[in-house]
């Protein structure tokens, strides 16, 4: 487990381990949070869709984008926000398949 924490350090140009904790709280925070906040939109605007692939495709598209924006605000809350905007950045380009630059 230490190799990968070192690894994923030197990978994401990380100094310190607290810094790590940081950046995997946030993630940890965000990811269970993506969910409240879908479901409650969903709700509010009365979002119900019948037809069961459609309601799937929706519904992870959405989360994709609230996902993103709340990683962003989470991140910069936690004074990570400019690591978040770079990660955000580069999961984008590689949905559509370039390579990301640091």
């Known amino acids: 487990m230490k190799k990968y924490w070192e690894r994923l350090k030197a990978k994401w140009g990380i ?4 810094r790590m904790v940081v950046i995997f709280i946030v993630f940890a ?4 949070a993506t969910l409240f906040v879908r479901k409650a939109l969903f ?3 009365n979002i119900d869709i019948d037809h069961k692939v459609l309601a799937i495709i929706v519904k992870w ?3 994709y984008f ?10 910069t809350i936690f004074k990570e926000g400019k690591f978040f ?4 950045k580069k ?3 590689r949905m559509i398949g ?3 630059t640091k």
């Open 15 to 18: 100094e310190t381990d607290r």
């Open 29 to 32: 925070i965000t990811g269970s």
């Open 43 to 45: 709700s509010a605007f």
């Open 61 to 63: 598209v959405s989360i």
């Open 66 to 75: 609230i996902y993103q924006i709340m990683l962003f605000i989470i991140g």
């Open 85 to 88: 905007w770079w990660f955000i």
């Open 91 to 93: 999961m984008n380009l």
């Open 98 to 100: 370039k390579k990301p």
